[in-house]
């Protein structure tokens, strides 16, 4: 039972690259992210470091006996300051294991984002070796698209896609995106509003020639396209813009995707269409979870956030 983990994200998709794409839709986050770093310079494979470089790794129950292929990949991890740690579906025995193993590398992990009893095991253990006690900073439920459905009547306006006259104020917005959902804060958001402009992942809703809100979507991976965030300013909510900027960006992947597959070529050089469309809501939102069920997105899995830090200390 052994943790192997890498620096190198070549290495690690290599090793775990099937056991990923063998579940697209729930493997969402590590596919696409992974899919972005992929040709970025970086370290070679080594031993497991106290840094903040991105970490990665996988997960295989048995050693195998010498000579013989080795067990299948059965867990992955990612870690990519300053979010938290990423785990994918595993055993409790993998996510306590994995903390272990970080803990006594060093490694700084203020979070862990996972399905709740790899959450808890590996809380459990990291509480063990550090005295870092868990608590729920966010619960979230993945979706994935069932058949499209329109708002009707939808709202004022009219979806595009964003461009460079857009880019002061997306960068304003994923901001305050990130201060609403507590996220890491004191991020640069101009080279991911830049990235997603490059490639057509931005679609904003107008409204009175005005946006008024917008949602993001990532880049193909695996024939899976997830759509976040869905930001629209607190004062312009309750009109119907977050659903329908939603509804158009969904459209706008199913549109890419169709044309690919007609065109293979075409497809090749656009890294494959998307054949799901898939996006996150918050549980402590209900406004959202029944916004994407009405557009026809269905329930796939639930995760939880747990921050990992210093006991409170009680007074009184």
């Known amino acids: ?56 790794g996988w997960w295989r129950p048995e050693a195998g006996s010498p000579g013989a292929a080795p067990a299948p990949v059965a867990g992955a991890f990612m870690h990519t300051p300053p979010f938290p740690v990423f785990l994918t579906g595993m055993s409790c025995r993998a996510a306590a294991a994995l903390a272990g193993k970080l803990a006594a590398a060093g490694r700084r992990i203020p979070a862990v984002n996972a399905e709740a009893d790899g959450a808890d095991a590996f809380a459990d253990a990291w509480r063990q070796r550090t005295g870092d006690a868990a608590t729920v900073r966010r619960r979230m439920r ?38 609403e959902v507590d996220d890491p804060p004191g991020r640069d958001h101009g080279p991911d509003v830049d990235d997603r402009l490059g490639y057509g992942g931005l679609t904003v809703w107008e409204a009175g020639g005005v946006p008024v809100s917008v949602a993001g979507t990532t880049r193909p991976a695996s024939g899976m396209v997830r759509v976040g965030p869905v930001y629209t300013p607190p004062a312009l909510r309750g009109r119907g813009y977050a659903g329908a900027v939603t509804a158009a960006a969904t459209q706008y992947c199913l549109e ?61």
């Open 142 to 179: 993945l979706y994935r698209l069932d058949r499209l459905v329109l708002p009707d009547p939808g709202p004022a306006g009219a979806p595009r896609v964003a461009d460079e006259r857009d880019r002061s104020l997306l960068i304003e917005w994923f901001a305050a995106f990130t201060r």
């Open 1 to 56: 039972m052994t943790w192997f983990t890498t620096a190198a994200v070549e290495e690690f998709l290599a090793a775990a690259g099937e056991f990923l794409r063998a579940e697209p839709v729930r493997n969402t986050v590590v596919l696409s992210v992974t899919q972005g770093l992929r040709g970025t310079p970086g370290p070679q494979r080594g031993p497991v470091t106290g840094g903040d470089a991105p970490l990665f």
């Open 256 to 316: 890419r995707a169709r044309r690919a597959s007609r065109r293979a070529a075409a497809q090749a050089a656009l890294g494959g269409g998307a054949a799901e469309v898939v996006l996150y809501a918050d549980l402590a939102n209900p406004t959202s979870n029944v916004l994407y069920q009405r557009l026809g997105y269905r329930p796939v899995e639930d995760r939880v956030m747990l921050s990992l830090g210093p006991k409170t200390p009680h007074h009184g």
